[in-house]
């Protein structure tokens, strides 16, 4: 999927503000700009009032996501901190999987550390986990942390 280079941009600097620097989860431009080429991997944007961001106007959120064989995966899922708790990520969510169907997923898949608050918003949604990778993350003291796979069908 070609992505304007202001998308990408405005894309970035939520991806600055979202993720704690501890776990090292947030991607560089060089990974989301290849990640964007490849073609089976989709992104979007969400403005403060839950609709497609204005040009050059700044958003609040992205995901961006991996189409392949009817399941779509959820690569990276953020809120920018001062527009948390507003419903927000629930509406984005909802958005992924409507462009997911589109696309001819009937199944979204993701995974993430244990213990994000994230898992809140995901089960909230209606993913439901089915699977854990034992010790897959390191933590800020290099501890191991367990990696949960979570499905929605759609
Ligand atoms: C996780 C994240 C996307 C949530 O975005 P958000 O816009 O605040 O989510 P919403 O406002 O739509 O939350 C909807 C519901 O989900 C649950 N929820 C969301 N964030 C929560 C949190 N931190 N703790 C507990 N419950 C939470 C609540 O039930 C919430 O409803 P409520 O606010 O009425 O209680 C955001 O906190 C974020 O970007 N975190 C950092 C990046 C990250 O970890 N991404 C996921 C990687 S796997």
């Known amino acids: 999927m070609n992505a304007p280079i202001d998308d990408i941009d405005r894309l970035m600097a939520v991806m600055a503000e979202a993720f704690d620097p501890a776990y090292g989860e947030a991607w560089t431009r060089r990974q989301v700009e290849d990640a964007l080429v490849i073609g089976n991997c989709h992104y979007e944007l969400i403005a403060g009032d839950g609709g497609a961001p204005q040009d050059g106007a700044p958003v609040a959120g992205f995901f961006l996501s991996r189409y392949g064989f009817e ?84």
């Open 71 to 154: 399941e779509e995966e959820l690569l990276l899922f953020a809120i920018a901190p001062t527009w948390r708790r507003r419903g927000l990520g629930l509406a984005l969510l909802d958005r992924f999987a409507r462009s997911a169907r589109a696309r001819g997923a009937d199944r979204l898949l993701l995974e993430m550390r244990r213990g994000n608050p994230a898992e809140f918003l995901y089960r909230r949604f209606g993913f439901l986990p089915i699977g854990e990778r034992p010790n897959y993350y390191r933590g800020p003291d290099g501890q191991a942390l367990d990696a949960i796979t979570f499905a929605y069908s759609i």
